[in-house]
């Protein structure tokens, strides 16, 4: 949902990881009103004045109990759901993920985490990770 202030509107800032692992990424099947039932990466809400690396790695191991390393920002969506009262800016970090395999750590959220191939994350995908497919990005296609 957008906050208020006053009279206005404003977006409020998503963040997600794409954990890699053997040739394959981290999702997991959301629970609850906002997308439950949809697949996505790990991730959540920029907290105030938090850096945005430090919120992906609290966002991870929050959901998934895993720890993540060279996080590296990857690209953006702007998903504006008019229909909901809802406008996401979504930032993308891909990450490498601890040894360990992840954990629903937030059940009413999450109700599993699979890895999987790039060109087979399951249907349905949650707005943003359907946002950033639909413009192209695949981690696996470009050189770190």
């Given at each position: 949902?957008?906050?208020?202030?006053?009279?206005?509107?404003?977006?409020?800032?998503?963040?997600a990881a794409i954990l890699i692992r053997d040739g394959k990424?981290?999702?997991?099947?959301?629970?609850?009103?906002?997308?439950?039932?949809?697949?996505?990466?790990?991730?959540?809400?920029?907290?105030?004045?938090?850096?945005?690396?430090?919120?992906?790695?609290?966002?991870?191991?929050?959901?998934?109990?895993?720890?993540?390393?060279?996080?590296?920002?990857?690209?953006?969506?702007?998903?504006?759901?008019?229909?909901?009262?809802?406008?996401?800016?979504?930032?993308?970090?891909?990450?490498?993920?601890?040894?360990?395999?992840?954990?629903?750590?937030?059940?009413?959220?999450?109700?599993?985490?699979?890895?999987?191939?790039?060109?087979?994350?399951?249907?349905?995908?949650?707005?943003?990770?359907?946002?950033?497919?639909?413009?192209?990005?695949?981690?696996?296609?470009?050189?770190?």
């Open positions: 949902m957008s906050e208020h202030v006053g009279e206005k509107a404003y977006p409020k800032v998503g963040v990424v981290l999702v997991g099947k959301r629970k609850g009103l906002h997308g439950g039932g949809t697949w996505s990466f790990p991730g959540g809400h920029l907290e105030f004045g938090e850096d945005i690396a430090a919120a992906v790695a609290r966002e991870t191991l929050e959901e998934t109990g895993l720890r993540v390393r060279n996080a590296k920002f990857v690209g953006i969506t702007n998903d504006v759901q008019l229909e909901n009262s809802k406008h996401y800016v979504t930032l993308f970090y891909k990450c490498e993920p601890d040894d360990g395999e992840p954990v629903v750590m937030e059940p009413d959220k999450c109700e599993e985490w699979r890895w999987v191939v790039w060109n087979e994350i399951p249907q349905p995908r949650f707005f943003a990770v359907k946002g950033l497919l639909d413009a192209g990005y695949d981690p696996f296609a470009e050189k770190d």
